[in-house]
């Protein structure tokens, strides 16, 4: 007999700061005398309870998330009575949160039945024969960790003020609640995922695991079939446990003897010539169904899990420069990785709905994304999340749940909460083809080597965790994928961040170099696999006016800095607003202070998106010496003033959305400016050659290609061709100030890719003022200029569903962009070289 029952619904809710919640025999009794509970709907985080009562506003606008940092410091108390059903009286039962924030304290008809502490895996407590016949009270006491953890030693592991302040490294939650740059201080708290009761005799199934293993030639794979299932008696169960491939003949069972306690069942399978799954571009995503069976005892258990068949390895072969290579192969295929980093997308992450993962995941394919990083300081990635990218194609880096810190390692109690953690979420997530690099954590083992981890007591204390624990876990729970060490991480003993070994985190354009931004410094940069870095831009007007107050919307109000990244606003040198301030002065020679925000947000907005498509460019061209060009970041927490994501808060697509798509698109053309010579790379990373035209050579902003050539090109399947090259003394004639190099890719007439570069910094260039003309025929919209136009923009908010925005026009080339009779009238709202350079402002 096996059944469950939902408890989730409205509970009730009370709180205090300490003393009337001291004695559990007051607010366990069956009546509570002197409190007021409020209705409390379950799951949900106690931020949006008390949103929903009208007693905290929307964190996300204005000063209001200051103003809801009393939720934390509080104790709750939520309270709930139920009937049990008479099947479950005398069995086996339990009762089961799936996720709980944070501390918590449970107790069932006056009774303590158990403790909890980490939200990163679900609450399981054995009620059998605590239930009663008729009314049950359950009651659960939750605290955010803060006031447990106050007394801790975090100075000995890390001396950082919000550190000290939340001792988040105690605490197994989303580290990224504590405070990050681009995230402010929210700790969640609450019963954030379903509440069920179960009961089970004499079998109960636990986790279940497949994931497929293919032989090195690809001919065959063996699926691994693993389960969990506890034995709830005290004698042996006789079962079979059984696998079946929906679709196949392929099947299999297995008389199997269930102890009492815990037991971990295995099945494999063999598939010969088995379809295979493929990162988006490359291949088809087949998904193999598989049914998982046991029968024993009176009872059958079941469960279906989706998995694909894939290789991963991580190519580290010697450079023929220096080095090593660090290439993801999928399939034997070397897979050049194209993405961002992946956050939380809500300060109350659980809030998050599956369409809302599936909306972003959906986005991150239209911007031509092939890869997300899990980054390590928030959650283990959602069913929703990862369902999303096995349909569409979106590899997966998950970090562990550590970053930017030393972990207590050193505290035994941690250490076996850390084991059972990673334990579970391997085992939930072995499933999922996407899910291709487990990485120990972020930054962890650069800060040992370099940021005086070192220097203080507590000397390294997570590094048998991260050196043996977690990778052991992985190879046992999931040989199907890949574990890295750290990132970044160099082999061989390197510098972690090392350029020429290992995966890189390449910040020396922004957040470590002084001043404002150097977005050209990315093209000298060799990093073998980048997978973090980036430049920070404004948020779309539309944003900003959403969670700005009416009274706030102009720089350095009050809500602008608190929502603004405190790297944006920070520089060592005296006098100065910040490095993303310096970025617009240093390239477009104006005074923030003297802008107005909207003309502010567009330049900045501008800038971003040169950064981000120099980062892509550079990174691509030199593939598969350089085999990842991933950002930071992907997509927001909350609604920020200057951000490093191209996608925000509220799903708009910042200015710099499209630029990336175009960057990322599977073939496109990169001019490079060496000492000697201008190259234009031609770069394809699909399975199949590329055939068409290159026009090239070098234009005047006032108009005109002085230098204008054009040849037949094939471009190799997965690969960067330079396809040509002119002397660079052509271009110093003209006068870099006057002139750019260009290159378009174009297919039966049609552009399918441009690219221009310049070697003088915008606010040196002679701009002249762009006549654009715009005809709109059969479901397409031509723009034409005869002077260049740098950066035309058809929608400054990111709110219209348009196949491109924020390009350029070379002088007297026709630029093509779908348009439907949905869409309103176009029109041309900004101009780089109208409404970024121009003399008001000017320094």
């Known amino acids: ?285 087949f998904l193999h169904t598989i049914d998982v069976t046991i029968e024993g005892g009176g009872q059958r258990l079941e469960a279906t899990r989706r998995t694909g068949v894939r290789r991963v390895e991580i190519d580290q072969s010697p450079h023929p420069e220096t080095g090593r290579y660090c290439i993801l192969r999928i399939n034997n295929r070397p897979i050049f990785c194209k993405g961002g980093n992946w956050v939380p997308p809500d300060l109350m992450y659980s809030t998050v709905t599956p369409q809302r993962y599936r909306q972003l995941i959906g986005m991150a394919v239209e911007a031509n994304f092939n890869l997300l990083r899990v980054w390590g300081g928030g959650i283990y990635a959602d069913h929703a999340l990862c369902d999303a990218c096995d349909e569409m194609g979106v590899l997966l880096w998950h970090d562990f749940l550590f970053a930017c810190s030393k972990y207590p390692g050193d505290d035994p109690a941690f250490v076996a909460e ?185 330049c900045s907005a501008l800038l971003h998106a040169e950064g981000l498509t120099e980062f892509i460019n550079n990174y691509r061209r030199r593939m598969f010496s350089s085999a990842a060009a991933v950002f930071w970041m992907y997509n927001d927490s909350w609604p920020v003033t200057h951000g490093w994501t191209i996608v925000d808060y509220y799903r708009r697509r910042k200015l710099a959305y499209h630029p990336v798509r175009r960057a990322f698109q599977p073939v496109t053309v990169v001019v490079v400016a060496e000492p000697e010579e201008v190259v234009v790379y031609g770069v394809n990373d699909s399975p199949t050659p590329w055939s068409g035209e290159l026009r090239y050579g070098l234009f005047l902003l006032a108009g005109g290609l002085p230098v204008d050539r054009r040849q037949a090109v094939t471009l190799p399947a997965n690969a960067s061709t330079p396809v040509a090259r002119f002397n660079r003394g052509e271009w110093t004639r003209l006068s870099p100030l006057r002139s750019g190099a260009f290159a378009v890719l174009s297919e039966g007439g049609r552009t399918l890719a441009q690219h221009r570069v310049f070697v003088e910094r915008f606010k040196d260039l002679e701009f002249v003022e762009p006549r654009i003309s715009l005809a709109r025929k059969s479901g397409a919209l031509t723009l034409k200029s005869d002077p260049f136009a740098w950066g035309v923009c058809l929608d400054v908010d990111g709110e219209l569903p348009l196949a491109d925005n924020c390009f350029d026009l070379l002088p007297g080339i026709a630029y093509r962009v779908a348009w439907t009779d949905t869409l309103p009238a176009p029109q041309v709202v900004r101009i780089g070289n109208r409404d970024a350079i121009k003399p008001a402002g000017k320094l």
Not at 41 to 58: F, K, N, S, T, W
Not at 143 to 161: L, R, V
Not at 432 to 437: F, I, M, N, R
Request: with cysteine; hydrophobic share 40%.
């Open 418 to 602: 850390v084991r059972r953690e990673v334990t579970y979420g391997v085992r939930e997530l072995a499933h999922h083809p996407s899910l291709v690099v487990w990485c120990g954590n972020n930054e962890i083992e650069w800060g040992d080597w370099a940021w005086g981890f070192e220097d203080k007591p507590r000397a390294h204390p997570h590094y048998a965790l991260f050196h043996r624990d977690i990778p052991r876990i992985v190879r046992e729970e999931n040989p199907a994928a890949v574990h890295w060490l750290s990132s970044p991480w160099s082999p061989d003993y390197k510098m972690p961040n090392d350029p020429t070994v290992g995966d890189q985190h390449p910040w020396g354009v922004s957040i470590l170099a002084p001043g404002g931004a150097d977005l050209w410094a990315y093209r000298t940069f060799v990093d073998r696999f980048p997978n973090e870095g980036g430049v920070l831009g404004l948020s779309p007007p539309a944003t900003l006016r959403q969670f700005l107050p009416e009274n706030e919307r102009h720089l350095l109000s009050a809500s602008w800095d608190h929502h603004d990244n405190p790297i944006a606003c920070t520089d060592s040198r005296p006098g100065r607003l910040g490095r993303a301030y310096d970025t617009v002065r240093t390239w477009l020679g104006r005074d923030p202070l003297a802008m107005e925000w909207e003309d502010y947000a567009f």
């Open 1 to 285: 007999m096996a059944g469950s029952m939902s408890l989730n619904g409205t509970w009730g809710l009370t709180y205090a700061e300490g003393l009337p919640l001291m004695d559990p025999a007051h607010y366990t009794a069956p009546e509570l005398r002197g409190r007021r509970l409020l209705p409390a709907r379950v799951p949900a985080p106690i931020h949006q309870v008390l949103m929903e009562a009208g007693l905290v506003d929307d964190p996300n606008v204005g000063m209001n998330s200051l103003k809801a940092r009393w939720v934390e410091e509080q104790f709750w108390v939520y309270r709930h009575c139920f009937s049990a059903p008479a099947e479950a009286l005398g069995e086996p039962a339990w009762l089961v949160f799936d996720r709980l924030e944070y501390e918590a304290e449970f107790w069932l008809n006056g009774e303590p039945i158990g403790q909890h502490a980490n939200a990163h895996r679900p609450a399981r407590l054995n009620v059998s024969g605590k239930l009663r016949a008729g009314e049950n009270l359950l009651v659960v006491k939750l605290s955010a960790g803060m006031h447990s953890a106050a007394d801790k030693p975090a100075g000995e592991y890390w001396s950082h003020p919000m550190e000290l302040l939340t001792r988040r490294v105690f605490l197994r939650k989303p580290a990224y609640q504590c405070g990050w740059d681009w995230n402010p201080r929210l700790v969640n708290v609450g019963i954030l995922g379903d509440v069920r009761l179960e009961w089970s005799r004499p079998l109960r199934l636990d986790q279940v695991s497949v994931l497929a293993v293919p032989d090195a030639d690809l001919a065959a794979a063996t699926l691994f079939v693993r389960a969990t299932v506890e034995g709830t008696g005290s004698t042996p169960v006789e079962a079979v446990f059984g696998a079946a491939v929906h679709g196949t003949a392929h099947k299999h069972s297995a008389a199997v003897t269930i102890q009492p306690g815990e037991n971990r069942l295995e099945l494999r399978l063999r598939i010969d010539q088995p379809r295979l799954w493929w990162p988006v571009g490359h291949g088809e995503q």
